[in-house]
T-cell receptor, first 117, second 112 residues
Framework: NAGVMQNPRHLVRRRGQEARLRCSPM?????VYWYRQLPEEGLKFMVY????????ESGMPKERFSAEFPKEGPSILRIQQVVRGDSAAYFC???????????????FGPGTRLLVL | DQQVKQNSPSLSVQEGRISILNCDYT??????FLWYKKYPAEGPTFLIS?????DKNEDGRFTVFLNKSAKHLSLHIVPSQPGDSAVYFC???????????FGTGTSLTVIP
């Protein structure tokens, strides 16, 4: 019973390049969340997706960042024209969704550590 | 704005003693709270949760206490073990809202 999988685990990019982070949710989970953790900070919500739908992207920067969760395949967090400030750990979590109007427990992947040179 | 706060960035405890990790929140609409544990280079792992209709939830060595009037929750680990050394995050959610709000974490070190 595989957990949430993320790849790559480490990613190095130069300023101006694109970064693509992948997340495969746990089996049976159709809801995916992306979080960013900057050094010395907690986890900050970025975006919540279901298959083929963005449900809530209120935590995502308006420019350069995008996310998708296609019908087939993993969820992708894409950062265009990366800058040094994008260096962080990016965590993906998945859940079964909501129950009784409340979000179900989220289970996290190991994270992708992005370093922008 | 940080709606969930963990004011102690670190805590050291002797093996066998009790570890108490604290968390405060500002939004009275939060009605469900969770604790996650994170080892270096790994993702957070769900540990224990509590609904706002309860004031205590226990699971083995881990107990979470909720004081709604003070908007405060705490995680007690007893007895503490060296393998408990990790960063602990508290999180809060509320009905009808998609986000988990996380604190900044407390790094626990259990000294053998």
């Amino acid at each position: 019973n595989a957990g949430v999988m993320q790849n790559p685990r480490h990613l190095v990019r130069r300023r101006g390049q694109e970064a693509r982070l992948r997340c495969s949710p746990m089996k049976g989970h159709s809801h995916v969340y992306w979080y960013r953790q900057l050094p010395e900070e907690g986890l900050k919500f970025m975006v919540y997706l279901q298959k083929e739908n963005i449900i809530d992207e209120s935590g995502m920067p308006k420019e350069r960042f995008s996310a998708e969760f296609p019908k087939e395949g993993p969820s992708i967090l894409r950062i265009q024209q990366v800058v040094r400030g994008d260096s962080a750990a990016y965590f993906c979590a998945s859940s079964r969704g909501t129950s009784g109007g409340r979000q179900e427990t989220q289970y996290f992947g190991p994270g992708t550590r992005l370093l922008v040179l | 704005d940080q709606q969930v706060k963990q004011n102690s960035p670190s805590l050291s405890v002797q093996e066998g003693r009790i570890s108490i990790l604290n968390c405060d929140y500002t939004n009275s609409m939060f009605d469900y709270f969770l604790w996650y544990k994170k080892y270096p280079a790994e993702g957070p792992t769900f540990l224990i949760s509590i609904s706002s209709i309860k004031d205590k939830n226990e699971d083995g060595r881990f107990t979470v206490f909720l004081n709604k009037s003070a908007k405060h929750l705490s995680l007690h680990i007893v007895p503490s073990q060296p393998g408990d050394s990790a960063v602990y995050f508290c999180a809060a959610i509320r009905r009808g809202n998609n986000q988990f709000y996380f604190g900044t974490g407390t790094s626990l070190t259990v000294i053998p």
